[in-house]
């Protein structure tokens, strides 16, 4: 497993002093990219590759939202390579030990020039060392739309939610969909599932479904095709 030591800031809390979920995600995408520049195989070297590792589906168990100020520790590793597929676990502890979050992510690898689907080379494979998968359960990478969706007001993609990649970051996406939560909605578990990328002046139209212990948001283009879907269930 590769670790990251880190504590929470107060750019990362909520209103309740605690780590917000999309700073658990940027935790666990850092951790994962500080990773593969350790091992020589990071952004620039990707790309003088025309490769680039996206994202294609979270899931995010949350036991518990570490405070302000305390220290946490955030792993990852891989688990499987298939063709142009990657499977990837990953983990944040409190410092007393104790499991805060897990996740289970699927990540595609492509051709950045024709972004391609290609097959995952032999030399990247061989950096990361596999174990086996986290002890959890493995909820299905697609999300069923509920039939009811409630139509919210579109908004325009900023710069702000850009990252290096030069479309819209995949926490951000989470925080996005995260905007829509009722009021006292505590996250157990997030998936999130990647269908196609939005960039600079991309309108997004967001649709919500509001259950009694889920909520379901579909962040649709102008044609109401999906960009993103995202499926919060609440602690109960």
Aim: proline letters at 3%; glycine letters at 6%; aromatic letters at 12%.
């Amino acid at each position: 497993m590769y670790k990251w030591d880190g504590r929470v800031r107060f750019s990362e809390i909520g209103e309740d002093k605690r780590l917000t979920l999309d700073s658990i995600v940027n935790y666990f995408q850092d951790c994962s990219t500080f990773q593969s520049e350790d091992l020589g195989n990071g952004m620039e070297v990707l790309e003088g590759m025309h490769r680039v590792w996206v994202l294609t589906s979270w899931q995010i168990v949350v036991n518990e939202y570490p405070k302000l100020g305390e220290k946490i520790v955030t792993g990852t590793w891989p688990y499987n390579f298939q063709r142009f597929l990657g499977s990837r676990n990953f983990i944040m502890y409190g410092e007393d030990g104790r499991v805060l979050a897990y996740a289970n992510s699927l990540w595609t690898y492509l051709n950045s020039e024709n972004g391609r689907p290609v097959r995952i080379d032999d030399e990247v494979a061989e950096l990361y060392q596999t174990e086996p998968k986290y002890h959890m359960d493995y909820a299905d990478r697609k999300i069923a739309l509920p039939e009811e969706l409630m139509e919210q007001k579109p908004f325009l993609v900023d710069v702000h939610h850009l990252d290096a990649n030069h479309h819209v970051n995949n926490g951000q996406y989470v925080k996005m969909a995260g905007l829509y939560l009722p009021k006292d909605f505590e996250i157990a578990q997030m998936r999130a599932e990647y269908k196609k990328s939005a960039l600079l002046g991309d309108t997004i139209c967001p649709m919500v479904h509001y259950g009694e212990e889920q909520v379901v948001v579909s962040l649709n283009d102008q044609t109401g095709r999906a960009f993103t879907v995202v499926e919060f269930l609440k602690r109960v």
